[in-house]
Structures are given as structure tokens and as C-alpha cells.
């Protein structure tokens, strides 16, 4: 997937209706930074699942019970350092 060609598209799509604004002295497009936001959040997601797998909080194993299939990742901690998931079905933050 080219990312900068999806982006243009959302640009031409939008044409301009009140969603641009300026950003020093450069007219930028609303739609493409809350894109270019949601594609960041999604590698973040991404990148903590993978290093909680590689540190055994969570399992690639569907039949263990820390299977990263049955969490959602919920962001950083409030200092930075953790990445919290939530389990989809008790709702608690066990991992």
C-alpha cells in the first residue's frame, strides 16, 4: 500500500470544503492528519502487541490463556513505560 498516494486521494476527495487549515505559512488538509494519526495509533497497537508476545505477556497460542487474540490494546501507562491491553471478555487489565 502507498500511504503518501492514499493520502493525496483523501485530499482530492475532500475538495477543500472548510477542513484545511494553516500551519506555519503551509495550507495543511484535516483529513490527512487525522489519517496519518489513525495509521500511527494502528503501528503503535501493532508494535506493543508484538513486544508483549516476545515478552510472554500475551501468546500467539490461541488455546493459551493470555492469547493476544483475546486482548485490546488500550495505550501506554500513565508514565509511559507499560502497555496496557485489556481481556475483550472480563474486561479487567490482567497482562
Given at each position: 500500500?502507498?500511504e ?5 486521494n483523501i485530499?482530492?476527495?475532500?475538495e477543500r470544503q472548510?477542513?484545511c487549515?494553516f ?5 495543511v488538509c484535516?483529513?490527512?492528519v487525522?489519517?496519518e494519526k489513525?495509521?500511527n495509533?494502528r ?5 506493543a ?5 516476545w515478552?510472554?505477556r500475551?501468546?500467539e ?8 487474540g483475546k486482548y485490546?490494546?488500550?495505550?501506554k501507562?500513565?508514565?509511559g513505560q ?5 481481556n475483550?471478555?472480563?474486561?479487567r487489565?490482567?497482562?
Amino acid at each position: 500500500m502507498n500511504e503518501n498516494k492514499d493520502l493525496k486521494n483523501i485530499c482530492q476527495s475532500c475538495e477543500r470544503q472548510g477542513k484545511c487549515f494553516f500551519e506555519r505559512n503551509n495550507l495543511v488538509c484535516k483529513k490527512i492528519v487525522e489519517a496519518e494519526k489513525e495509521l500511527n495509533q494502528r503501528k503503535q497497537a501493532d508494535l506493543a502487541f508484538e513486544k508483549a508476545i516476545w515478552q510472554g505477556r500475551l501468546s500467539e497460542n490461541p488455546k493459551a490463556e493470555n492469547y493476544a487474540g483475546k486482548y485490546m490494546y488500550m495505550g501506554k501507562s500513565e508514565n509511559g513505560q507499560y502497555d496496557n491491553f485489556k481481556n475483550i471478555i472480563t474486561r479487567r487489565y490482567d497482562v
